[in-house]
């Protein structure tokens, strides 16, 4: 729709050249998390360690897509929603990098957590949960793609299963500690990669308000309103 | 030094005006930091509550400093080294927006953490964590405003002790989980908060990080050398 305005051909073409590299980004983000999920539930080290390999190549592509942001602002002095376009490249771009050092962290519990006792059910639901996250991650940039408000809205949404799913994990780890003091340490690693991807979702919400905030020029009423939630609801005995 | 170069004075008193707004969320964010690890280790549900109502202003300044900087490039189309000095004003807000939330999230958890057992030195060591962070991030700002790339990398070297800090608490906890089934509710909460506490010097350590790139050109060797790292060290009876 912003296009419809003006803009010279040259800030376009420049602009989804950065924005290609984005996708591109948010396609090597998702199967980080993919592949982090899946060696995590199937013990699986040489991928986890392979995921951890590939985070660099998330990073340098932040680094790459910030500069070629400062030049095209530099080169074209963009100003109004052409300038707001490239800086929310700058943000979507940092939300991506932070979700690449939560799967690498995944990854590199995968390891810690394959010397330990395994934790029923733990794999599937963390592996589900990410499927989820994934899903708002690329519907996020989708909607950042096609400047639509309306599935940016709907990731924010999603978000909520996402920390329902969190807070009922937190629960059932909880009650694996209780019953055996072996399931102690395994859980908390587990309960760490289960937040760290509750984080993830977090950083889909965002994008997906960057999103909300470029095609209508207004923050959703309350930004992250979910982020960093508590569960409060322990099990009998968690007292 | 970016001084010697040229620019209009327009840009350079925009960008102080700015900056202004930088130091002083800067001071709020520090305040929120301070009040919510004090607030958790004398148990004042009434300073916590203070702080998470707070966080909201904080959230307000990052919103209100990206615009203002967004304005300044559209107005003053920046190059080179000024782009970057914008820019760099952009990340460094979201930074201290994420550290805010932390502190809220501390905050929330204190709550929590009133209605349950006390763990002992937990407050103290979580309370001498965050002034280690606190000073690390006044010092990385004190950095953008001086471009002092020696003071800079001073922070990142710091970012050690914290996580040598949070190392040495997570094995605290585990030991207390095993001890007693009553502790490990609480313990989970101390130890979210730890790992938040933590997660702050990793965003004073990315400030400081955007310093010296700004100043010398170039990122760190290794950037975020330490985020996310995994204490495997468990006490005896761990597995």
Chains 1, 2 share one sequence.
Do not use: W
Not at 44 to 72: F, G, H, S, Y
Not at 75 to 80: Q, S, V
Not at 146 to 161: F, G, K, S, Y
């Amino acid at each position: 729709m912003n296009r419809d305005k003006h803009i010279s051909s040259a800030f376009d073409r420049d602009l989804e050249t950065i924005q290609a590299m984005v996708v591109k980004m948010g396609g090597m983000v998702e199967a980080a998390i993919t592949d982090a999920s899946s060696a995590l539930d199937t013990r699986d080290e040489d991928l986890a360690d392979d995921v951890r390999r590939r985070d660099k190549a998330i990073d340098l592509m932040e680094v790459q897509i910030n500069e070629d942001a400062a030049r095209l602002i530099a080169l074209r002095a963009p100003t109004a929603t052409d300038l707001r376009m490239v800086l929310a490249v700058i943000k979507i771009s940092a939300s991506l990098e932070r979700v690449g050092d939560y799967a690498k962290n995944m990854a590199k519990r995968t390891e810690v957590l394959a010397q330990m006792p395994q934790i029923e059910g733990a794999g599937i639901a963390l592996r589900r949960m990410s499927q989820a996250v994934n899903k708002m991650l690329q519907d996020a940039l989708d909607s950042y793609i096609r400047r639509d408000a309306e599935l940016a809205h709907d990731v924010r949404q999603r978000d909520l299963e996402v920390d329902q799913m969190y807070n009922a994990l937190f629960r059932e780890f909880l009650t694996h500690m209780m019953e055996d003091p072996r399931n102690i340490t395994p859980c908390m690693h587990l309960h760490f990669i289960a937040k760290n991807v509750e984080r993830m979702g977090d950083h889909a919400t965002s994008i997906a308000e960057q999103v909300i905030y470029l095609v209508t020029g207004e923050l959703p009423d309350e930004a992250r309103p979910k982020s960093n939630s508590v569960p409060v609801t322990a099990p009998a005995g968690g007292m």
